[in-house]
């Protein structure tokens, strides 16, 4: 048996190796998609040794003699398939090119990562040299038989570590767990308090407090590279120091005499970077980048980490780390509850800054997951917006569901429905059928499109402003239709606010009572009583096509329980009669 790479890289360069003389070896010529099956047969073997399929080696162990150039390309479509086909991925240790005397092999190390492990949706095992798939019976018994999924960052790891960062951690955990075992953890010596916590020696010691480094780059205004340094010990990421050297560097970059990023959701963009990074392959690749008004933090992560993606008013999670989470929510670095992307989300809001987005980028067996945060100046429109919806909803997070949806005007509701689940499906659904909300739904494009009160006061932070003539003649002529044909021509003053995408604030208020008196004196509509008017006028001459297609000069979406068109001036007409 083959213990490690470098015997069998050994040996196959000096083409001493077949596989009668390992039993944890495979050779083969040049890949197959059809060889994952045997990656699924042998790791279900349910051992912990190591395995390798070598590609590019005869069965004599000679190697066959392929090119740099086949090299690079059989790489790629191994990754590919693996990524595509192999369940859970982690089965995959490593994939790794080797020469000698220009001729190129590749070693694909796998292991049982503590779970049934499958193929192309079925799982195989090995009789002899016969693959077969393994029937569902089987794959419970196996199951039931396996410890779980394997935790990369409780596997065993002896190495140095920094004392003072360690020192830092213990102090942190013990003020956080007051009242428990751990409130003198701080009290003990390093390797006691690691000790004590449960991830001495563990590859979460590693991560934290060892010789896994993560990078800061630093950009100029045209996005050039000015520094490019490296740090070890993830845990210094997370600390006090380096979150105010972040906004002490941007806020000089934007000459600010504030910090620039929300501080809950930068410490959460950055526990996030910790705790799901995909460590398995290159350490996990964190990278912080710094823009003069924006930042990137970015790492490797698991190619189903895209399900996650901007999902912001989400609780489903994924912890693939799990004793390094234990540990980061010891010392209350994260949340495991699955609130800190709507943390992040949220803070920015409040705070007046351009929403976070999430970019996924594809590249070998893992993704790159780049989470953006935007800094610098309050935008004070986006601020107002917010704070009326907080006066018209009495529930901040019914407000910043409602104030997500116009910031994603540009996207259509299909889209935007990827990024709510759970107990913010219903309100998501609340503010898109309310016809008095900020937005409403132009369904047959699936767009959002903005009421006229938040666009005035988007573009004019005004809350009202006076209907131009043409606008106001064209909610003369769609009032009237609407009424005419579903109310008996019955009008209430708030029923043409709603028609002409105004708010209840008292300047609008003011606007729909001149508009009311003013068709009044023009014979237009006679008052019935304070409240209520009625039209006398059920000849206009309307043309209802051309002003939907006035309307939408600026589309976006809402979806209501009904196809309702909306009114030139961006409301949702009403289809039962006005109490």
Same mark, same amino acid.
């Given at each position: 048996?083959?213990?490690?790479?470098?015997?069998?890289?050994?040996?196959?360069?000096?083409?001493?190796?077949?596989?009668?003389?390992?039993?944890?070896?495979?050779?083969?010529?040049?890949?197959?998609?059809? +060889?994952?099956?045997?990656?699924?047969?042998?790791?279900?073997?349910?051992?912990?040794?190591?395995?390798? @399929?070598?590609?590019?080696?005869?069965?004599? !162990?000679?190697?066959? *003699?392929?090119?740099?150039?086949?090299?690079?390309?059989?790489?790629?479509?191994?990754?590919?398939?693996?990524?595509?086909?192999?369940?859970?991925?982690?089965?995959?240790?490593?994939?790794?090119?080797?020469?000698?005397?220009?001729?190129?092999?590749?070693?694909?190390?796998?292991?049982?990562?503590?779970?049934?492990?499958?193929?192309?949706?079925?799982? #195989?095992?090995?009789?002899?040299?016969?693959?077969?798939?393994?029937?569902?019976?089987?794959?419970?018994?196996?199951?039931?038989?396996?410890?779980?999924?394997?935790? =990369?960052?409780?596997?065993?790891?002896?190495?140095?570590?920094?004392? *003072?960062?360690?020192?830092? =951690?213990?102090?942190?955990?013990?003020?956080?767990?007051?009242?428990?075992?751990?409130?003198?953890?701080?009290?003990?010596?390093?390797?006691?308090?690691?000790?004590?916590?449960?991830?001495?020696?563990?590859?979460?010691?590693?991560?934290?407090?060892?010789?896994?480094?993560?990078?800061?780059?630093? #950009?100029?205004?045209?996005?050039?590279?000015?520094?490019?340094?490296?740090?070890?010990?993830?845990? *210094?990421?997370?600390?006090?120091?380096?979150?105010?050297?972040?906004?002490?560097?941007?806020?000089?970059?934007?000459?600010?005499? =504030?910090?620039?990023?929300?501080?809950?959701?930068?410490?959460?963009?950055?526990?996030?970077?910790?705790?799901?990074?995909?460590? =398995?392959?290159?350490? !996990?690749?964190?990278?912080?980048?710094?823009?003069?008004?924006?930042?990137?933090?970015?790492?490797?992560?698991?190619?189903?980490?895209?399900?996650?993606?901007?999902?912001?008013?989400?609780?489903?999670?994924?912890?693939?780390?799990?004793?390094?989470?234990?540990?980061?929510?010891?010392?209350?670095?994260?949340?495991?509850? !699955?609130?800190?992307?709507?943390?992040?989300?949220?803070?920015?809001?409040?705070?007046?800054?351009?929403?976070?987005?999430?970019?996924?980028?594809?590249?070998?067996?893992?993704?790159?997951?780049?989470? +953006?945060?935007?800094? !610098?100046?309050?935008?004070?429109?986006?601020?107002?917006?917010?704070?009326?919806?907080?006066?018209?909803?009495?529930?901040?997070?019914?407000?910043?569901?409602?104030?997500?949806?116009?910031?994603?005007?540009?996207?259509?509701?299909?889209?935007?429905?990827?990024?709510?689940?759970?107990?913010?499906?219903?309100?998501?659904?609340?503010?898109?059928?309310?016809?008095?909300?900020?937005?409403?739904? +132009?369904?047959?494009?699936?767009?959002?499109?903005?009421?006229?009160?938040?666009?005035?006061?988007?573009?004019?932070?005004?809350?009202?402003?006076?209907?131009?003539?043409?606008?106001?003649?064209?909610?003369?002529?769609?009032?009237?239709?609407?009424?005419?044909? #579903?109310?008996?021509?019955?009008?209430?003053?708030?029923?043409?606010?709603?028609?002409?995408?105004?708010?209840?604030?008292?300047?609008?208020?003011?606007?729909?009572?001149?508009?009311?008196?003013?068709?009044?004196?023009?014979?237009?509509?006679?008052?019935?009583?304070? *409240?209520?008017?009625?039209?006398?006028?059920?000849? @206009?001459?309307?043309?209802?096509?051309?002003?939907?297609?006035?309307?939408?000069?600026?589309?976006?979406?809402?979806?209501?329980?009904?196809?309702?068109?909306?009114?030139?001036?961006?409301?949702?007409?009403?289809?039962?009669?006005?109490?």
């Amino acid at each position: 048996m083959i213990l490690t790479e470098e015997e069998l890289v050994e040996r196959l360069r000096s083409s001493s190796l077949t596989e009668i003389d390992a039993s944890n070896v495979e050779l083969k010529r040049s890949w197959d998609q059809e +060889y994952g099956k045997k990656i699924s047969a042998f790791s279900n073997r349910a051992t912990s040794d190591n395995h390798w @399929l070598c590609i590019g080696v005869c069965d004599d !162990g000679s190697l066959a *003699g392929h090119n740099a150039s086949w090299a690079k390309k059989t790489e790629e479509i191994v990754s590919q398939h693996i990524n595509k086909f192999l369940d859970p991925k982690i089965t995959c240790l490593g994939i790794t090119c080797h020469e000698t005397v220009g001729k190129w092999f590749i070693l694909i190390q796998f292991a049982n990562p503590g779970n049934v492990v499958y193929w192309n949706n079925s799982a #195989y095992k090995a009789a002899g040299t016969t693959i077969e798939v393994m029937t569902p019976d089987e794959a419970m018994q196996l199951t039931v038989a396996l410890p779980g999924l394997t935790d =990369f960052s409780a596997q065993i790891r002896i190495g140095d570590y920094d004392k *003072g960062m360690v020192d830092g =951690f213990a102090k942190t955990v013990s003020e956080r767990r007051r009242g428990t075992t751990l409130e003198s953890v701080d009290k003990l010596g390093s390797d006691d308090a690691l000790k004590r916590i449960g991830i001495r020696n563990t590859n979460t010691q590693r991560i934290l407090f060892g010789d896994l480094k993560y990078r800061v780059v630093k #950009y100029d205004r045209d996005g050039t590279p000015i520094s490019n340094d490296t740090y070890f010990g993830l845990f *210094g990421l997370l600390t006090p120091s380096c979150l105010a050297s972040v906004q002490s560097w941007s806020r000089n970059q934007l000459g600010l005499a =504030f910090d620039p990023y929300p501080l809950k959701a930068l410490k959460e963009g950055f526990a996030n970077a910790v705790a799901h990074a995909a460590y =398995f392959d290159g350490d !996990g690749d964190v990278i912080l980048e710094l823009f003069p008004d924006k930042l990137c933090i970015s790492n490797l992560c698991l190619p189903e980490s895209q399900y996650f993606a901007n999902k912001w008013f989400s609780r489903s999670h994924k912890t693939i780390n799990k004793v390094l989470m234990e540990a980061l929510r010891l010392a209350g670095v994260v949340d495991e509850l !699955g609130r800190g992307k709507n943390l992040i989300f949220s803070d920015s809001l409040r705070s007046g800054m351009r929403p976070p987005e999430v970019v996924l980028e594809k590249g070998g067996r893992y993704g790159r997951w780049r989470l +953006y945060l935007y800094g !610098g100046s309050q935008d004070r429109q986006h601020l107002r917006v917010f704070h009326r919806l907080k006066e018209m909803y009495h529930d901040e997070h019914k407000a910043l569901i409602a104030h997500a949806l116009v910031l994603w005007r540009g996207h259509t509701v299909s889209a935007i429905r990827q990024y709510v689940d759970g107990e913010s499906s219903r309100i998501f659904a609340e503010v898109l059928a309310d016809l008095n909300g900020p937005i409403f739904y +132009y369904q047959q494009n699936d767009q959002i499109v903005l009421r006229r009160w938040v666009r005035i006061l988007l573009g004019e932070g005004k809350d009202s402003k006076q209907l131009s003539p043409v606008e106001e003649e064209e909610l003369l002529e769609f009032a009237s239709k609407m009424q005419m044909d #579903y109310h008996n021509g019955y009008l209430t003053p708030k029923e043409l606010r709603g028609y002409a995408g105004m708010g209840d604030t008292p300047s609008e208020v003011s606007l729909s009572s001149q508009i009311l008196k003013r068709w009044t004196t023009l014979g237009k509509i006679t008052k019935i009583k304070k *409240g209520l008017y009625r039209f006398v006028l059920n000849k @206009l001459v309307v043309n209802f096509d051309q002003l939907l297609n006035a309307l939408v000069s600026e589309p976006a979406p809402h979806e209501t329980a009904k196809t309702e068109q909306p009114s030139p001036t961006g409301a949702v007409p009403k289809a039962a009669p006005a109490e």
